[in-house]
């Protein structure tokens, strides 16, 4: 049974960093492609960054160069550093497998002052 587990969300004020982790098991981690999304109550949950098995990111437009995934085998980890949060940064953050409905359970991030 895949499972996937996000931790390391927070209340921060804007400026400032967390790094958000999420433990994959039950999956071979190292040829899965990993993403990370966000969503505010009451809008669709919107896609961030992603990264390939080879450890190639993409990100949203909006968090590029503020936002860097990163994957670390043999950890079955995904990670996610976010530094100069804005208040529009606030959400849940949720984890997934690109292929397969895998979802973690999200993490709540906070930004404000």
């Known amino acids: 049974q895949v499972q996937l587990v996000e931790s390391g969300g927070g209340l921060v004020q804007p400026g400032g960093s967390l790094r958000l982790s999420c433990v994959v098991s039950g999956s071979r981690f190292s040829i899965d492609a990993m993403a990370w999304y966000r969503q505010v109550p009451g809008q669709s949950r919107e896609w961030v960054a992603s990264i390939s098995s080879g450890g190639w990111p993409n990100y949203l437009d909006s968090v590029k160069g503020r936002f860097t995934v990163s994957r670390d085998n043999g950890k079955n980890t995904v990670y996610l550093q976010m530094n100069n949060l804005k208040p529009e940064d606030t959400a849940v953050y949720y984890c997934?497998?690109?292929?397969?409905?895998?979802w973690g359970q999200g993490t709540q991030v906070t930004v404000s002052s």
């Open positions: 997934k497998k690109v292929l397969g409905d895998y």
